[in-house]
């Protein structure tokens, strides 16, 4: 079901070790994961070391994880979003067997919701 979903509803690509098929599919649909990339590459930071580098990595790292960890305790298989999902939160996906597409359009979730019966929330 979510291979025709992905296909012909969002017009996507499933990504390379991303399961290709889901029986009983639980979507989460998001528009999230990229925030913290952009604070780091839209912050200039002095160090004296690449050490101190590295430990910025590892930090920024650390909060993606923990973001995909809650994120996979919804208990789903499927996680669309609407912004870019970089390739360590991806793995972790893979990883955990969910399935994760990235740039899903608007009108594409909106499809999503109509087929699916979901809802569409906003803040």
Do not use: W
């Not at 017009?11 to 604070?39: C, F, H, S, Y």
């Not at 994120?71 to 399935?99: S, T, V």
């Amino acid at each position: 079901m979510v291979l025709v979903l992905v296909t012909f509803i969002l017009d996507k690509k499933i990504g390379i070790g991303q399961p290709k098929r889901i029986e009983n599919a639980k979507i989460l649909v998001a528009n999230t994961m990229d925030t913290d990339k952009v604070k780091i590459y839209g912050a200039r930071v002095r160090v004296d070391s690449m050490a101190k580098v590295a430990e910025i990595e590892g930090a920024e790292k650390g909060k993606m994880k923990e973001k995909v960890q809650k994120i996979i305790a919804h208990g789903i298989n499927c996680f669309i979003n609407r912004q870019l999902i970089y390739n360590f939160p991806e793995e972790l996906f893979a990883d955990a067997g969910i399935l994760a597409i990235e740039h899903a359009d608007f009108e594409g979730v909106e499809r999503l919701a109509l087929v699916t019966g979901g809802e569409i929330a906003s803040p």
